[in-house]
């Protein structure tokens, strides 16, 4: 089982759409979780960090399941500019080292 | 400047040749890794500082490659006899050491491309 999995997509979705997003984590001892949005040909940029309680920016919800072990994140009144791959990331510690674990990302169209 | 950065931007060079790339992180961050992505592909981690030292060097593809980090700052990446199988985007990142010893999330540099011809 890989660590972190994604549904790879694509996802298309109309403007104004709601779409959510999972992902999977093997390891229980994970300790800290983010989502990070990937636009073509650029480099990865932090969206949201993701905390137990669940957190929300605006058009965006991030949840946390500690018990079954998946990250989620919500897009409501998707936009044009929404478009990109978006990337779980999860670091996991333990014995010094403290790597961070990218899903291989969510594609995401929205189309007009 | 005040984000991560990478050089050079692009990096044409012939099969057999070594290159060495690098990234300056953001000052005071503690931590930095090293990923690569070939194109349409997901983000492949190579290595792992937490200062000058590398506990996680799991990534590295071959004996080919190595980096160093000198100072807790600026870190190297070298190819050595470069293979075109070694073309894809070299992303660096940084982080800073948080409260009870975790690392935070990291920011990348806009990385290196490299193509070996």
């Known amino acids: 089982r890989k660590e972190v999995e994604q549904d790879p997509g694509p996802f298309n979705v109309p403007e104004g759409a709601t779409v959510a997003f999972n992902c999977t984590y093997s390891?229980?001892?994970?300790?800290?979780f983010f989502w990070y949005r990937q636009d073509c040909r650029k480099e990865p940029k932090l969206l949201m960090s993701?905390?137990?309680s669940g957190n929300e920016d605006g058009r965006f919800t991030a949840q946390l399941n500690r018990a079954s072990q998946y990250i989620s994140l919500l897009i409501r009144d998707s936009k044009l500019s929404d478009s990109a791959t978006y990337l779980c990331?999860?670091?996991?510690?333990?014995?010094?080292?403290?790597?961070?674990?990218f899903g291989k990302g969510t594609k995401l169209s929205v189309i007009p | 400047g005040a984000g991560v950065s990478q050089s050079p931007s692009n990096k044409v060079t012939e099969k057999g040749k070594d290159v060495e790339l690098r990234c300056d992180p953001i000052?005071?961050?503690?931590?930095l890794y090293w990923y690569r992505q070939s194109l349409g592909q997901g983000l492949e981690f190579l290595i792992y500082?937490?200062?000058?030292?590398?506990?996680?060097k799991s990534g590295l593809p071959s004996d080919r490659f190595s980096a160093e980090r000198t100072g807790g700052s600026v870190s190297t990446l070298t190819i050595q006899r470069t293979q075109q199988e070694d073309s894809a985007v070299y992303l660096c990142?940084?982080?800073?050491?948080?409260?009870?010893?975790?690392?935070?999330?990291?920011?990348f540099g806009q990385g290196t491309r490299l193509t070996v011809v």
């Open positions: 990142a940084s982080s800073l050491l948080g409260s009870r010893g975790m690392n935070t999330e990291a920011f």
């Open positions: 390891n229980s001892a994970s300790q800290s």
């Open positions: 993701v905390y137990s």
């Open positions: 990331v999860v670091i996991l510690s333990g014995a010094g080292s403290y790597q961070l674990t």
């Open positions: 000052s005071g961050h503690t931590a």
């Open positions: 500082f937490q200062g000058n030292s590398a506990p996680d």
